[in-house]
Every structure is written in C-alpha cells, then in structure tokens.
C-alpha cells in the first residue's frame, strides 16, 4: 500500500509541475476564445480544481502506474497513461465542442494532444520516481 500512496504522491508532483507550465505558458494562447466563458476577473473555483485533480490522478495511478508495477515497465504506464489522458480529455474537449460555440477545433486538438501528453509523462513520471524510491 505504501508504495500505491508514493506513487500517487508522486505523480501528484509532476502533474501539477507540467499543467501549471501549460496553464501559465500555453493557456492564455490556447484557451482565448472560452475568455467570455470565465468567471469574472479570471476567477477560479480552487475547490472543483483540487478534486479534479485528487480524482484524476487516482485514475493516473490506477490504470497507468499500477499496470507498470505488475509489468516491471515504464513503458506501459506511458502507453497507458497517454490512452487515459487521450480518453479523458476526449470526453472533455468535445463534449465542450458539442455544447459550446466558442469551442474551436484548435482547442480541441490541442487539449486533447496536451491531456495526452499529460497523463503519459505524468504516470511514467510517478511510476519512475516512485520505483526509485523503493529499490533504495
């Protein structure tokens, strides 16, 4: 169980290291067009945030970094990640195209090319790191 929670932990880290790097660097390029669809004065729900994260990243965890234990495999939680986060965000960005004038298919392509990468880097990440600290 220790070893589940690390990794979560773990993947936590990097995560929220490579999203915040797209928020702050790509995000305001990308996501231009939904500006009206913000709260005001670029408000933000911290609460809804935090959980989607917590509940993501268990995703992350248990279909991308647990598949890699059992493997002894990087390579399955970047394969598996990269199809969670392809997935997801799929759901995600068009169900928001479907619903949403200012939804472009840029945005799209884009969020779900990022959701993608995301998810890969981040499972690998946490199951690397995580597989490092128990081989100590």
């Not at 799929?90 to 298919?105: F, G, I, P």
């Amino acid at each position: 169980m220790a070893r589940y929670v690390t990794a979560y932990f773990m993947t936590v880290i990097v995560v929220a290291a490579l999203d915040s790097i797209w928020l702050t660097q790509m995000g305001p390029t990308v996501y231009q067009a939904i500006e009206p669809l913000r709260l005001p004065n670029h408000g933000l729900r911290i609460v809804p945030a935090i959980l989607f994260y917590v509940i993501y990243i268990v995703g992350v965890v248990y279909f991308s970094v647990a598949p890699a234990f059992k493997s002894g495999r990087w390579q399955t939680a970047l394969v598996n990640g990269a199809v969670l986060g392809f997935c997801a965000y799929a759901t995600y960005d068009l169900t928001n195209q479907a619903t949403l004038s200012v939804w472009s298919n840029r945005i799209t392509i884009m969020d779900m090319a990022w959701g993608t990468v995301l998810s890969a880097v981040g499972g690998t990440g946490g199951y690397l790191i995580t597989s490092a600290i128990f081989r100590r």
